[in-house]
């Protein structure tokens, strides 16, 4: 069973920057790929970034590519989102999700992920 729990939303200014926070429990974090996914209201999920489970390899879809940044510390069990020059259509609740056994492709589908954090609200104001 593993848990995840997010951390760092909050409101802040279009050109602003937050960093959220995914603590994991459970020994195996480290073994899969995590991802962060968001959800406006009325819209579907929507993957954001994910990331190996080293760190090496990082992805990011293109309407945060080049301005957030995914990372981990294995040590911590813990995966981050830097975001940066925030806009207004970034607000949206954020989830981090672990990835399925045996995963390593197609880490932009939700179906590929199995255990899901609470979500933290992020809200951009204009």
């Known amino acids: 069973q593993v848990q995840l729990v997010e951390s760092g939303g909050g409101l802040v200014q279009a050109g602003g920057s937050l960093r959220l926070s995914c603590a994991a429990s459970g020994r195996t974090f480290s073994n899969y790929p995590m991802g962060w996914f968001r959800q406006a209201p009325g819209n579907e999920r929507e993957y954001v970034a994910a990331i190996s489970w080293d760190g090496g390899n990082t992805y990011y879809s293109n309407s945060v590519k080049g301005r957030f940044t995914i990372s981990r510390d294995n040590a911590k069990n813990t995966v981050y989102l830097q975001m940066n020059s925030l806009k207004p259509e970034d607000t949206a609740i954020y989830y981090c999700?672990?990835?399925?056994?045996?995963?390593?492709?197609?880490?932009?589908?939700?179906?590929?992920?199995?255990?899901w954090g609470q979500g933290t609200q992020v809200t951009v104001s204009s």
């Open positions: 999700a672990k990835s399925k056994p045996n995963v390593w492709l197609l880490l932009s589908l939700a179906s590929s992920y199995d255990y």
